[in-house]
């Protein structure tokens, strides 16, 4: 898709524009996904269509995400321990209302990208990348790209070190500490809590379901589906708006498509990248260079093997009763 400055476009246009290319394309939308579905899934978000929820407190997309992760997230221990060698401990838990950034507690945000006297509303939320440096850098294998390309991180086995967020180019994870394996090994010593993010709602989608947010959305301004319709999808809706296409190429690839009459430079332009708040550089490249080599040293040191070695026999005594029918808490 072309990326040269875009000229002002109104928002009545916006809404117009994206709902007769959804009929223009002559695709049928993917509806509910098929329990039996084992293909490769991909999102898209139009931006023509999203209204920002503006009617309401809280996007639908945001207060679906935050109600179906409710209770996911384990309250931290108090006090939470001072980790080593930083001291660095982010703690969310009397926080989880916060609805305009990313937090451990809320996977998906919407921004407010005001241009040319008009606002266009951007959910944000992990893209679900191709191939993700943020799971390569794992040393304990904590997260991981599905089949279905969800990449999701197993609050089970994850120390909180956030190495996935620094090699994130939109530092999408975000970190609660006190809580995770960490306590059980070597609190304070190794490791800070957990690093959470959309994990696009795999429990939802292994049962049949589409992701929370998605179902919510009453301007159906985001669909998922077989990769290779949403494409479709994301061409034909681009062509009939005369828009831009973002995710396709960002980050080596993402199974997240943005469609936007508007183009992704000039929305980038409104995004100071803050703490939760990724933006949109175009052609982000993805940051693996180093990340193999790192990952293998990290893997390598003796102090995390130990760790290695005490994590898992807590993992394995902790997944057992599940096996046996048990609660897994
Ligand atoms: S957006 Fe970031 S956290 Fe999400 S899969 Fe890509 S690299 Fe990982
Ligand atoms: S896919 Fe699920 S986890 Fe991800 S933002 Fe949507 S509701 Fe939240
Ligand atoms: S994606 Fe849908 S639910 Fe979310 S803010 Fe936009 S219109 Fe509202």
């Not at 440096?133 to 997260?143: E, G, L, M």
């Not at 199974?255 to 430079?265: A, G, R």
């Not at 693996?288 to 293998?296: L, P, S």
């Not at 290695?308 to 997944?319: C, I, P, Q, V």
Request: charge should be positive; proline fraction near 8%; charged fraction near 25%.
């Amino acid at each position: 898709m072309k990326n040269e400055k875009c000229s002002g476009i109104s928002r009545r246009s916006f809404l117009k524009l994206g709902a007769g290319a959804a009929a223009a394309g002559g695709l049928s939308l993917p509806g509910r996904l098929d329990a039996a579905q084992t293909g490769k899934l991909a999102t898209l978000i139009d931006l023509s269509l999203c209204d920002g929820c503006k009617d309401r407190d809280i996007p639908a997309c945001v207060s679906a995400c935050k109600a179906n992760a409710r209770g996911r997230i384990p309250e931290p221990v108090d006090p939470i321990p001072d980790p080593w060698p930083r001291k660095t401990v982010e703690d969310w838990s009397k926080k989880q209302d916060v609805a305009d950034r990313l937090t451990p507690y809320n996977y998906i945000y919407v921004h407010e990208a005001k241009i040319d006297g008009q606002t266009l509303y951007v959910p944000r939320r992990c893209m679900h990348c191709d191939n993700p440096a943020c799971a390569t850098i794992c040393p304990f294998s904590a997260n991981n790209k599905r089949p279905v390309g969800a990449v999701v991180i197993d609050s089970d086995l994850c120390f909180g070190g956030a190495k996935c967020k620094d090699v994130c180019p939109w530092e999408i994870p975000q970190r609660q500490s006190g809580v995770g394996i960490y306590l059980k090994v070597l609190p304070g010593f190794m490791g800070n809590g957990v690093m959470y993010k959309c994990d696009l709602c795999i429990d939802r989608l292994n049962a049949g379901k589409n992701p929370a947010c998605i179902e919510a959305c009453p301007r159906k301004a985001m669909l998922i589906g077989p990769r290779e319709d949403i494409e479709k999808i994301a061409d034909e809706r681009a062509r009939a708006m005369n828009g831009f296409i973002y995710g396709r190429n960002e980050n080596g690839g993402t199974s997240t498509l943005y469609v936007s009459p508007v183009s992704f430079d000039r929305i980038h332009a409104t995004m100071e990248k803050k703490p939760g708040r990724p933006d949109m550089k175009p052609n982000v490249e993805r940051r693996m260079a180093k990340t193999d080599a790192y990952g293998k040293a990290v893997l390598a040191s003796p102090v995390l093997g130990l760790a290695a070695a005490g994590a898992l026999g807590w993992y394995s005594r902790r997944r057992k009763p599940a096996k046996e029918g048990g609660n897994n808490d």
